[in-house]
DNA sequence: CGGGTGTTTCCTGCTT
DNA sequence: TAAGCAGGAAACACCC
């Protein structure tokens, strides 16, 4: 629970940089239908924003456990005046509370002291704190990214002689990328005072990657144990063996894998992952969007940052949207994904994959 | 240990 | 010209 401020925070960094004026505005049809539709979770940066103001509420995007009492009585009122509540039959000496104390209340608690608003109160606030598996992940993992860059900022200097210098290396490439104006929300994510802090020492991009992107990664074993001369290294990068190149000696994957879970499963699939990411809206703006809900056609808004989460969750700091739209296309023969021709970053889901449409995930929640 | 599955990585060629 | 798409090939991780 101790981290839950934090991950708000983060939260509330992601979202508001995700409508930086240089980032790419939310659809608006999105935002009209999610607007319209009450029955779906709606997002944080959209419900909670009072629509008379341009400047967001306090408690705007932070986690509701998190909200001070004035951050209470605020979202309170907006609840009063978006349902148009008469706000004198609300005893308000009762709303003395913090975010802490009102999420402990049940909803027959919150009916007895805001009356039929109580049960409103109950459903949205409920919304906001019912993270699913996989949020909670994108969450901790937008926690995990500000942790490791504050250790990176802590420690200036680098180990370089310790023989996990290139997971950091890597995790300075990660912060890098993240930190580009084309994930400018990411940056905003991880550290909210010190955004862009690591910028500019690192040359590589993960959008260069056919020309060299993950050759940049040097594969270990090659560079580890065959010193190659100058001349062999370059022969050696022009003409690669085809095919996926082996990973990292054991030795490195110990090292590595001291940061991995003890049991770790396969995992959801790509598909699942991307599923549901757009079916909680609260999250999956700026990364996917539906293109036609009923047809299951979405499409990809930040192909690079939703191939890093996906990187970030097969622990992998190389996923590009390249590699992951490989796997995305294997789909076809699976019927999972239909091909939708003609159209750059847009899939849709086929009929071996579930879990997606409305019925489905009404059913589900 | 081998086979199957689901990617991941790299590549060439094509399209937008 | 860059970005994205298509799909072959091979490697890899995990499961049974």
Redo the contacts with the bound molecule.
């Keep these: 629970m101790a981290g839950s401020c934090e991950i708000s925070n983060l939260l509330s960094n992601y979202i508001s940089a995700m409508y930086q004026p240089e980032e790419v505005p939310p659809d608006p049809d999105l935002l009209t239908h999610l607007g319209d539709d009450d029955n779906l979770p709606l997002p944080l940066s959209n419900i909670h924003m009072p629509a008379e103001t341009t400047g967001k509420p306090t408690w705007y995007g932070e986690m509701p456990h998190c909200w001070s009492k004035s951050q209470v009585l605020e979202w309170i009122s907006y609840h009063v005046e978006k349902n148009k509540y008469d706000a004198s039959a609300i005893d308000f000496s009762c709303c003395n509370m913090d975010g802490y104390t009102l999420c402990q209340y049940t909803r027959d608690q919150l009916g007895l002291i805001f009356g039929p608003l109580g049960d409103e109160l109950y459903d949205r606030l409920h919304e906001i704190t019912s993270v699913p598996d996989e949020l909670g992940w994108i969450m901790s993992v937008l926690r995990s990214e500000e942790a490791s860059q504050e250790s990176l900022l802590e420690s200036s200097s680098l180990e370089l002689g310790n023989s996990c210098s290139q997971e950091y290396l890597e995790e300075m490439k990660l912060a890098n990328f993240l930190s580009q104006p084309d994930l400018g929300y990411f940056s905003g994510a991880m550290s909210p005072d010190s955004s862009g802090s690591l910028t500019g020492t690192m040359s590589q991009s993960p959008?260069?990657?056919?020309s060299g992107?993950?050759?940049l990664?040097l594969?270990p074993i090659d560079m580890k144990h065959c010193p190659f001369s100058d001349g062999d290294y370059k022969k050696d990068l022009k003409?690669?063996?085809?095919?996926?190149?082996?990973?990292?000696s054991k030795e490195n994957?110990d090292c590595l894998e001291t940061k991995?879970s003890k049991?770790?499963?396969?995992g959801?699939?790509?598909?699942?992952?991307i599923r549901d990411i757009l079916i909680h809206p609260e999250m999956n703006e700026g990364l996917l969007k539906w293109e036609d809900r009923r047809e299951g056609i979405f499409k990809?808004l930040r192909?690079?940052a939703v191939a890093q989460l996906?990187?970030q969750?097969?622990k992998?700091s190389?996923?590009?949207?390249?590699?992951?739209?490989?796997?995305?296309?294997?789909?076809?023969?699976?019927e999972?994904l239909e091909?939708?021709?003609?159209?750059?970053?847009?899939?849709k889901f086929g009929k071996n994959s579930s879990g997606w449409k409305e019925e489905e995930v009404q059913e589900r929640s």
């Design positions: 959008h260069s990657q056919d992107g993950s050759d990664d594969d003409k690669r063996k085809r095919g996926r190149p082996r990973k990292v994957r991995k049991h770790s499963p396969r959801i699939h790509l598909w699942e992952f990809f192909s690079e996906w990187g969750k097969k992998n190389s996923m590009t949207y390249e590699k992951l739209s490989r796997a995305m296309r294997y789909y076809y023969k699976r999972i091909r939708v021709d003609g159209r750059r970053l847009v899939y």
